[in-house]
């Protein structure tokens, strides 16, 4: 079986048609106009509650207090001085954090502390609630007590794209608000000056101690200096200068061995020429010339000399002349001469070479000396510049912690403060707390709310058929009618005979009207037959077989009502007979048509009960002999009308649907659910019935979905229907419509 769809779930057009979840805006309408007044009842009470308990709250005053919260200390002593003494930055998010520290801070319990050390004796016991001591010196426990009390009264809020901070109190006592916003102000920011303080006191013990520190270290590191300056011998000449002269040594001594060297091996070839020069004739060797001697030029002169004058006497006289002799004389003591200043020349350049020789060993000698002086200064360098570098070190500590200690100081004495206060608190004239607009809207609202939630969950569970569109839409057919709500009767009569007690009343309007779109529905088949069922008992179909066939009798048409439902029947108690015989036992011929058939007082109206129950009610519908009494019957009457158990119990309905002309469903208003509803028509059309359409009983039509124009045109205490049709104007009816109204009560069907 389908599950109960909700109120925003329409079911579709056909029953073979998937069902598909849409909101259903005509039935929430309905919903609102008909229990709107939930709504407003629930926002009355939530306004009231609102009205009553802002009454009943205690006043609340707030009063702040501005400060401005600086990550920088101000730049009294020079931009040096202040990144000396703290930690700042220019970062956009060291300063969001610092700020949110600080505030952090300010709502600790350490401040709040601080806070209610500063308040008078009265006005802390006050806070405390016993104004009896307040004479009396606070205890530990009571000011912690009044700490806390005083961090429950504040609130710090940052402005934003600001460094500004209000630090708020919300009390009972307007004058009590102003204090502690006060006192926890001045403790803030004397707190933070203290700190600051005593970091820089702590700042100024630690610089003098490692300024003594340095101070020792610096003479201990002098000491070992001038030590190895007296040990090296460079106190009246410095290292430095040591190490110039013997690089500068090293580079004399250095060319003089290079100028000797060159010198000897110039020395050593002019010797080699020399010796080589008197292996040979040195008067054909032109490079005799090379020593650069006036002596061998001239004697090479006065030999060239000689011997052109020889070569002249040859040619002049004879061979062996005198004067021919004489010349090869001269020549031969020009030969000798130079051959022996050659040797002199020789004896002398090897002295000159040999005392070159002498000098460049000598160089040489004090060369690696000054190599060895270099090499020992250099590594004395290395301890100087390690205990120059030692003691540099230390005097630089040291002039940097002296600067240190005197900024301190400095900043000790001009006691710098990065937090200053802006505005101070002020008494709170009237307060702030509770806001009777703001109480009173949100009980409006918060009503508002229930009410909605409460016909939302009211209308979310119930199922059930309220308007023309629904019930056409679950049952896939089209409404015939509906009956409204039956009116109170004192008497005795039986409401099923109402409309023919009553001929001109509302219901019975209602009536004729459903019985003309029965018979016009179908304009080209005469419907002869009918049957009645619902989906679940106890939704009046009885009640309605009746109206109809008195409705059709009353028209002039021979009827006949048949109580179909064999297994609880019913119409005999309306028309108060006690039959022996009935359908049953026409069924199985125990008895003829004018037995069971009974007269009613509705003229042209006849009856045929059930008879005897029998125990097999489907059976008997499916026989043979069923059909001869439903073809006998058909030659007896114009208009049959069958009253069918409900369909969702017994197949009865199914098995007479299939031989009627058609099957009409009774469905009650706001009793029949829609899963019911459509389960009925499924069953209908699964075995192909004929459903001529829907009839809504009991139909409150104050609540009645989508009514005709004319049943909404009066204002009477029954709604248009009973308004439009006053003019039937008898005094029955007027008393019928102050009896009120009330539903049929029905008997077990």
Not at 284 to 301: E, G, H, T
Not at 509 to 527: K, Y
């Amino acid at each position: 079986m389908a599950e109960p769809l909700g109120p925003f779930d329409a079911a579709p057009a056909n029953n073979n048609a998937p069902a598909q979840t849409q909101v259903d805006w005509k039935r929430i309408f309905h919903i609102v106009r008909n229990y709107f007044w939930i709504v407003l009842l629930t926002c009355g009470v939530g306004v009231s509650l609102a009205f009553f308990v802002t009454k009943k709250q205690t006043p609340l005053y707030r009063t702040s207090c501005s400060v401005v919260i600086s990550s920088q200390l101000p730049s009294y002593l020079g931009s040096t001085v202040k990144s000396n003494l703290a930690e700042t930055s220019e970062d956009f998010w060291y300063e969001q954090r610092y700020l949110a520290t600080q505030i952090e801070v300010i709502k600790s319990r350490n401040i709040a502390l601080l806070a209610a050390r500063r308040l008078e004796n009265v006005d802390l016991h006050q806070l405390l609630g016993q104004p009896q001591f307040a004479h009396r010196e606070p205890t530990e426990e009571e000011l912690q007590r009044a700490a806390g009390v005083m961090r429950g009264m504040i609130q710090v809020i940052p402005v934003p794209e600001s460094r500004l901070v209000n630090i708020s109190a919300v009390s009972t006592m307007p004058l009590m608000a102003k204090k502690v916003a006060d006192a926890i102000t001045e403790a803030f920011i004397d707190d933070n000056l203290e700190r600051r303080l005593s970091s820089t006191k702590s700042a100024s013990t630690w610089l003098e101690s490692q300024l003594l520190s340095l101070r020792k270290k610096l003479d201990e590191d002098e000491k070992r200096l001038y030590e190895f300056k007296l040990k090296n011998n460079i106190l009246a000449v410095s290292l430095e200068a040591r190490i110039q002269s013997t690089t500068g040594l090293i580079l004399s001594r250095s060319n003089s061995v290079e100028t000797l060297d060159g010198m000897a091996r110039e020395l050593r070839a002019k010797i080699q020429q020399v010796r080589r020069m008197r292996t040979t004739d040195p008067t054909l060797d032109p490079s005799a010339d090379f020593l650069n001697k006036p002596a061998i030029v001239s004697l090479r002169s006065r030999y060239h000399s000689a011997q052109e004058k020889l070569k002249e006497v040859q040619v002049e006289v004879m061979e062996r002349h005198e004067e021919v002799i004489r010349q090869e004389r001269i020549l031969d003591v020009v030969r000798g001469q130079l051959t022996s200043e050659l040797a002199l020349s020789e004896d002398a350049l090897v002295a000159e070479y040999q005392l070159k020789e002498r000098n460049l060993q000598e160089s040489r000698a004090l060369m690696l000396q000054a190599q060895e002086e270099a090499l020992a200064l250099a590594a004395l360098d290395i301890e100087h510049s390690k205990l120059l570098r030692e003691r540099n070190e230390t005097a630089k500590l040291y002039e940097l912690v002296l600067s240190r200690l005197k900024e301190t100081g400095l900043a000790e004495e001009l006691k710098t403060n990065n937090i200053r206060l802006l505005d101070a608190a002020q008494i709170p004239l009237a307060p702030f707390k509770p806001v009777l607009w703001l109480n009173l809207a949100l009980g409006l609202a918060l009503g508002m709310f229930f009410g909605v939630a409460f016909l939302f969950l009211l209308f979310y569970l119930d199922n059930t058929i309220k308007s023309q569109e629904e019930a056409e839409q679950y049952l896939g057919s089209s409404l015939l009618g509906y009956i409204p709500l039956l009116p109170f009767q004192s008497g005795g009569d039986p409401n099923e005979l109402y409309i023919f007690k009553h001929p001109q009343s509302p219901i019975a309007e209602s009536v004729r009207a459903m019985r003309t779109n029965i018979l016009f529905m179908a304009p080209d088949r005469n419907l002869r037959t009918f049957s009645l069922t619902s989906a679940s008992p106890l939704e009046g179909k009885t009640t309605l077989s009746t109206y109809l066939a008195i409705s059709m009798a009353m028209g002039g048409e021979k009827t006949l009502l048949v109580d179909a439902d064999m297994r609880r029947p019913r119409l005999h108690k309306v028309f108060g007979l006690k039959p022996k015989f009935g359908l049953s036992s026409l069924i199985v011929k125990k008895s003829g048509y004018d037995e069971s058939i009974v007269h009613s007082p509705v003229p042209n109206l006849d009856l045929l009960p059930c008879g005897p129950i029998p125990p097999n009610p489907s059976e008997l519908l499916q026989s043979s002999n069923f059909k001869d009494v439903y073809a006998g019957l058909l030659e007896r009457y114009d208009r049959i009308i069958f009253d069918s158990p409900p369909v969702g119990l017994v197949t009865d309905p199914a098995i007479i649907g299939q031989i009627v002309d058609g099957i009409m469903v009774v469905m009650r208003y706001g009793k029949t659910t829609r899963h019911l509803l459509r389960n009925t028509s499924k069953i209908l059309a699964g075995v192909k019935i004929n459903i001529l359409g829907g009839i809504m009983n009991y139909v409150d039509t104050h609540r009645w979905g989508d009514r005709p124009y004319y049943y909404r045109k009066g204002r009477g205490k029954r709604g248009g229907y009973y308004a439009y049709y006053s003019h039937y104007g008898s005094d029955e009816s007027e008393n019928e419509e102050k009896s009120g109204e009330k539903p049929t009560p029905e008997e077990k069907n």
